[in-house]
């Protein structure tokens, strides 16, 4: 089962977030893994992924501009269908400015048809709200662990849905 892993990052933190997500995506029998920056995306990868899991650092309670505008010129009908999730580094280590750059991306992410799903309070610990969060680089075991879990519910639920092909 293809899953592909698109983020964003200027510092670094994001990219690290994304290969743990990618750690715990493989957690999964049959989970296929691919993690790719915004100046790598592989369209035909994307295309055949049965889950999209995107990645933004927060800039003022907001998604990048960099990921919200491929999101805008991505053809419309891509991401239809597929099982979607989120996660997002912040630098300042409070406030709420990470939930609402994820409910941002999740908003778009709804807008283009797909399904969104994080495992919230329900699905492991550490338990997610709307995605993945880490104050800056996820170097502490709470971060890392966050990222892991989003990989690996995603990972999970999509075999749910759509089998192990």
């Given amino acids: 089962m293809d899953i592909s892993i698109i983020y964003y990052s200027e510092t670094g933190n994001t990219a690290k977030m994304a290969e743990l997500v990618a750690h715990g995506c493989e957690r999964v029998p049959g989970a296929n893994p691919r993690v790719m920056s915004l100046e790598e995306v592989d369209l035909p ?6 889950a999209v899991i995107f990645g933004s650092p927060t ?26 999730g989120v996660f997002v580094s912040q630098n300042w ?3 709420g400015g990470a939930s609402f ?6 908003a778009t992410l ?5 399904l969104v799903y994080s495992g919230g309070l329900s699905a492991g610990d550490p338990p997610l709200h709307f ?18 879990r989003l990989g690996e519910n995603v990972a999970n639920k999509v075999t749910e849905l759509f089998g192990n092909d």
């Fill in 101 to 106: 750059a994820e409910m941002s991306i999740i």
């Fill in 131 to 148: 995605g993945a969060v880490s104050h800056r680089a996820p170097e502490d075991d709470l971060n890392r662990s966050r990222c892991a």
């Fill in 59 to 84: 800039h003022g309670a907001n998604l990048s501009w960099q990921l919200k505008r491929f999101l805008e010129e991505l053809d419309r009908d891509l991401l239809a269908g597929k099982l979607g």
């Fill in 93 to 95: 280590p409070g406030g």
């Fill in 110 to 114: 709804l807008v283009r048809g797909m």
């Fill in 45 to 50: 990868f994307i295309q055949g992924s049965a």
